[in-house]
């Protein structure tokens, strides 16, 4: 396949800084297809969070550069990562007055979105291209990422500014379609287009507001997701659409589904330096030390030794499934288990779960806070993996924990539903426990049913190295991705026959 030059465009990225699964995406993605010979750069805003010396990051060229936004113009500097060991390259996009705060795009003081999140991404996208053209670097494709990036596809189709970048092409993944980037209508004024473009029912207009997302997604030349299911399911109905169903289900023929991998240099037990004992599955006796550990560092007291642990790591959000476990808390914890859970966000689930530790304090451990480390130590040391979600586009801690050898429990949507099967035990089939229907006495039958398997060490110690075995690694998603560049390209400048 011919090498292309690809920008990966990002709000976030490991290991600069991250909140979801889309820092995990952008911080691997490149890693792979440098390897098959791209030259790709990801390019994302340079954030209070990232550590500057740390990552030796330096200003590319001399003198700032600028970008014109709500009728100003806002100077920045271009910094690259210039680390030898750097596994590929990374830009940041530094403008300490919108990207020097505590939080990536929420004000940690009202728990609400920060007020001029319309000028910081629509800001960044034009900066994005602003930097293209500086350093020359005029990419095949822009790679656009959720709506904090959907601009960018936009500024090329309409801007006559950027008729430099006629061939540029674009694609746009979608990592979460309920996060759409929606402003009053009065923001359109603010990104510099000419008021005519604002044109109901098209391309950055949604229910008359300005949608970030909807412009990207009308926009781009070809549009993808993380997972086949949820390709399916974003055009199927409003409950998974959210409301871009319609528009999706027009460019249908545009629309992919590509799993995301998983980075097995990060999660792989044999080779975790984040966890006390490592393990492989020709040896596994390091998870039984990672479960002490685990049992440690939460004060879950030692009932039995053979007591299963259910860990749970997760954004505090409604889409994560939370309400389920409300509604069956207490016959839940009433079953032989203990559970860990990690994970911030929504004021309620952080009351719901800090008044079931009260309740269940030798059975429960919350812990409110974001923590990598520990995050990889839940998934080491825990016997299963709690992903009920009611919506779920790709989702990553389902495969880190089979990996692991914690098998998950997952409802079935999304990429939870392309990646995990049913056990069958007696047919020795399945790799996790699976429930269809979003309700909370389903999924109490499927945790029942994963405790009562895991009383046979024997059949789920085969389970475990069935999971442990499977193959989620980038290379094969990295190549379907340099497909649909290939195909955002040859849309751009149809081949003549
Ligand atoms: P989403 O992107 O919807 O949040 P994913 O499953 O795709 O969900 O990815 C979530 C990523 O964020 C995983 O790498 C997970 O381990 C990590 N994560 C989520 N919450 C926390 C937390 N509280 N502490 C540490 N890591 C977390």
Not at 66 to 71: D, F, L, P, T, V
Not at 212 to 222: M, P, S, T, V
């Amino acid at each position: 396949m011919q090498a292309l030059k690809i920008l990966l465009a990002s709000s976030e990225a490991v290991p600069y800084a991250k909140t979801g699964g889309l820092a995990d995406v952008a911080g691997a993605l490149p890693k792979e297809l440098k390897a098959m010979g791209h030259d790709v750069k990801l390019v994302m805003p340079l954030y209070a969070q990232i550590d500057k010396d740390k990552f030796q990051l330096k200003v590319i060229g001399s003198g700032s550069l600028s970008a014109k936004i709500a009728g100003r113009v806002e100077n920045f500097n271009l910094y690259e990562d210039a680390r030898e060991e750097r596994e590929f390259d990374a830009w940041f996009i530094d403008n300490p007055g919108f990207f020097d705060r505590p939080e990536l795009y929420r004000d940690p003081k009202t728990g609400k979105d920060w007020a001029d999140n319309d000028e910081r991404f629509a800001f960044f996208s034009r900066a994005i291209l602003e930097s293209c053209r500086k350093t020359g670097f005029i990419p095949n494709v822009i790679h656009a990422n959720d709506w904090q990036s959907g601009l960018v596809p936009a500024f090329l189709k309409v801007d006559p500014a950027y008729s430099d970048f006629a061939g540029v092409a674009t694609l746009l993944s979608i990592h979460n379609i309920a996060y759409q980037g929606n402003f009053p209508r009065e923001s359109f004024a603010k990104l510099g287009l000419d008021e005519s473009l604002f044109i109901p029912g098209q391309g950055f207009e949604f229910w008359n507001y300005l949608s970030y997302l909807k412009a990207g997604l009308w926009y781009a030349d070809i549009l993808n997701t993380v997972s086949p299911t949820y390709a399916k399911e974003i055009q199927s109905s409003n409950e998974y659409g959210y409301g871009f169903e319609g528009i999706l289900k027009d460019r249908s023929d545009d629309l992919y589904g590509v799993l995301n991998g998983i980075d097995e240099d990060i999660w792989n037990p044999a080779k975790d330096e984040l966890i006390p004992a490592k393990f492989t599955p020709d040896n596994l006796s390091g998870k039984a030390k990672c479960k002490v550990a685990l049992r440690k560092m939460t004060k879950l007291p030692m009932v039995r030794k053979d007591v299963p642990i259910i860990g749970i790591i997760s954004r505090l959000a409604d889409q994560k499934g939370f309400d389920l476990i409300a509604e069956v808390a207490d016959e839940m914890l009433g079953l032989d288990l203990q559970i860990v859970v990690l994970g911030t966000g929504d004021q309620k689930y952080h009351e719901l779960f800090t008044a079931l530790q009260k309740k269940y304090p030798k059975k429960l451990s919350v812990t409110l806070g974001f923590d990598n480390a520990m995050a990889h130590l839940i998934e080491a040391g825990s016997d299963m993996f709690l992903m009920p979600s009611r919506y779920e586009p790709c989702g990553l801690n389902q495969m880190y924990s089979l990996k692991y050898g914690t098998i998950p429990i997952v409802r079935e949507t999304g990429g939870l539903a392309d990646t995990i099967q049913n056990a069958n035990p007696s047919r020795s089939t399945g790799n996790g426990f699976t429930f269809r229907k979003y309700d909370s006495r389903e999924m109490l039958n499927a945790i029942k049913f994963a405790v009562e398997v895991f009383r046979d060490k024997n059949i789920w110690e085969v389970m475990m190295l069935r999971g442990m075995r499977q193959d989620f690694s980038w290379a094969a998603s990295a190549e379907k991705y340099g497909e649909l560049y290939h195909k955002a390209v040859e849309k751009k400048q149809p081949v003549l026959a």
